[in-house]
């Protein structure tokens, strides 16, 4: 054959082959089209029955709170009332058996549908026979109200004697209570009177203090005591006073507090030095004090000094100065350092 003749074969044959590429598009076209087509048809039978499900889970749930809540307000319950919940219980297990399912096909929802609608009816019947049961429970409630008025009337007349026995009771109770106040008050009245009568006495029994006066002193090394003006050179305040005749003191040895009080108005208390804490009887507060000390009363009166040590230096000013007896305010005085 020669390229002529073969030249021409192929062109007679080119028709046929457009026309074979023609088909095959138009099939795969119309494939593409039909499978477009069929997964848009899958997809709006799952997007119904995804529909058709939540609306089954939603009756369902509403039925089911509905019938909770009934349950829970009516607890009067007979072998029909029993009957009816356990076939409630029933229908519940069929409905609730398609709702677990992911993909539950159209007939299972039909058929879940159904159930759903048994369940509702079995639901009417439990209500039904739970107002049938009130009812007559309302029933019997009024029969009884003749029996309860009966016995209230009864238990009234009792409650009334009883009323009358504990007002006896309470009578002769609060008489009793009156006497036991008035021996109380009585004997509050004397422990009081007998309280007063100790601390008048140890008021009066004090030691009395008079002229008190105070020297700033500095001490020699050979310990000697040297009067000073000087405040940066104090290292002691000398407290003197006289102790005046009173026959209601004992003789004896008398513990003395010294109090002293600084220009800025602070008490001057070391407890390393001797200073401390004592009860004022007359108010009874605790106070602080500067030096306590110990003093011969022999019972005709006498002078007494007592030495306060303080380690901060002394300022210049006016220091006040008040003994105590027993916690008894006895005295005061003052002196001005410069």
């Known amino acids: 054959m020669t390229d002529y003749q073969e030249q021409s074969n192929s062109n007679s044959r080119k028709p046929l082959y457009l026309a074979l590429i023609g088909v095959l598009l138009l099939i795969n076209g119309l494939l593409i089209y039909s499978n477009i087509k069929l997964k848009n048809s899958n997809k709006e039978q799952v997007t119904t029955l995804t529909e058709e499900k939540s609306q089954l889970q939603a009756d369902y749930d509403n039925l089911l709170q509905e019938l909770e ?11 029909t009332a029993n009957a009816r919940l356990q076939e409630i219980e029933t229908r519940k297990a069929e409905v609730e058996q398609v709702l677990r399912k992911s993909n539950a096909s159209k007939a299972e929802l039909a058929q879940a549908r159904a159930s759903l ?25 009024a029969q009884n109200v003749g029996l309860q008025d009966d016995k209230r009337k009864q238990q009234d007349t009792i409650s009334g004697l009883k009323t009358e026995k504990t007002t006896l009771v309470q009578e ?72 005046t005749s009173n026959s209601a003191t004992q003789p004896g040895e008398k513990e003395i507090m010294v109090r002293i ?11 390393e030095l001797g200073g401390g804490i004592f009860t004022n009887e007359q108010t009874g507060e605790d106070m602080q004090y500067t030096q306590k000390g110990y003093v011969n009363y022999n019972g005709s009166g006498g002078k007494a000094c007592i030495n306060c040590k303080h380690n901060a230096t002394f300022d210049d000013g006016a220091y006040k100065i008040e003994l105590y007896n027993d916690g008894y305010y006895i005295g005061a005085g003052q002196v001005t350092l410069k």
């Open 117 to 141: 609608v048994s369940l509702r009816t079995e639901v009417d019947s439990y209500k039904q026979r739970i107002t049938e049961l009130e009812q007559a429970n309302t029933q019997l409630t």
């Open 69 to 79: 809540s009934y349950k829970s307000q009516n607890q009067v319950l007979d072998s």
């Open 261 to 271: 009080t600084n220009p800025k108005g602070e008490v001057l208390s070391v407890q």
């Open 172 to 243: 002769k109770e609060t008489l009793t209570q009156e006497k036991e106040q008035l021996t109380k008050t009585k004997e509050d009245l004397t422990r009081t009177k007998n309280e007063l009568t100790t601390r008048v006495n140890r008021a009066n029994a004090v030691v009395k203090a008079a002229n008190i006066s105070a020297e700033a002193v500095r001490l020699r090394k050979n310990g000697k005591e040297v009067n000073t003006k000087n405040n940066k050179r104090v290292d002691e305040l000398k407290v003197c006073f006289d102790m």
